[in-house]
């Protein structure tokens, strides 16, 4: 337990820094958007991810399954620690593409080579995240009936895959909102449709075929938005 406070720790003050770091770069709207929604983005799929596993079962089944050190506080721990670390490896993945992009002048700020870029950055540093996890046995407690999700438990061979994808369709919708030429548009809000896409194919077509069709349609809305946007990360004033 006391690791799991150190890393709550830990997480916290990066956060601190992150935000601090955004509210200089790209001012305080920016900053408070992009952590404010983040946060619900995440706290959203692991509310989906226990209420789909782990309380779908009876009381006995879940005795039945968990370990005895399982309990609601150390769910409640560990819930916060990844919704604070998912936050965290937004904004670091968004600073590691701009820090490649900066020697591309061509490329440089460009949103979508940005968007692109982050995501990826944020799947490669998922390795030794996910070999940490496996360092303090979060798999012990949640795997009988989490098999794998927004906790990065049961550590998938894809798991670069599922981070991409989780990753990507939240920071099209911020940077879209927040950056592209659609900024100032009414309707500029539909944008957020793209991080729930996963929800109605899943319902529709089932989980594995769903998964497929969301990606899918996923990336060719960011594909075709590309075409038409050459909008920039820094175009925001700052202050605002």
Request: aromatic share 20%; net charge positive.
């Amino acid at each position: 337990m006391l690791i799991l406070f150190l890393t709550l720790i830990i997480i916290s003050l990066s956060l601190v820094f992150f935000l601090r770091d955004c509210c200089l770069r790209r001012g305080r709207r920016a900053a408070f958007n992009f952590f404010f929604f983040s946060f619900f983005y995440c706290l959203f799929w692991i509310w989906r991810d226990i209420s789909q596993d782990l309380f779908s079962l009876t009381l006995a089944d879940r005795a039945a399954v968990l370990p005895a050190p399982f309990s609601t506080t150390l769910l409640a721990l560990i819930s916060i620690i990844t919704i604070l670390g998912w936050m965290a490896l937004f904004y670091l993945g968004w600073l590691c593409a701009e820090k490649i992009l900066s020697f591309f002048k061509g490329y440089n700020k460009l949103l979508f080579p940005t968007l692109i870029l982050s995501s990826l950055a944020i799947s490669i540093i998922l390795f030794p995240v996910g070999e940490f996890i496996n360092g303090i046995t979060w798999q012990r407690w949640f795997v009988p009936v989490i098999p794998n999700g927004i906790f990065l438990i049961g550590h998938p061979r894809r798991l670069w895959l599922e981070g991409f994808y989780f990753c990507l369709p939240f920071l099209a919708a911020y940077f879209l909102i927040e950056f592209s030429a659609w900024k100032d548009k009414s309707w500029k809000m539909v944008f957020f449709i793209l991080p729930f896409v996963y929800l109605w194919t899943i319902r529709l077509f089932g989980a594995e075929i769903g998964v497929f069709y969301g990606r899918a349609i996923i990336l060719s809305a960011i594909i075709i938005l590309a075409v038409f946007n050459k909008s920039k990360i820094d175009s925001l004033k700052r202050g605002k």
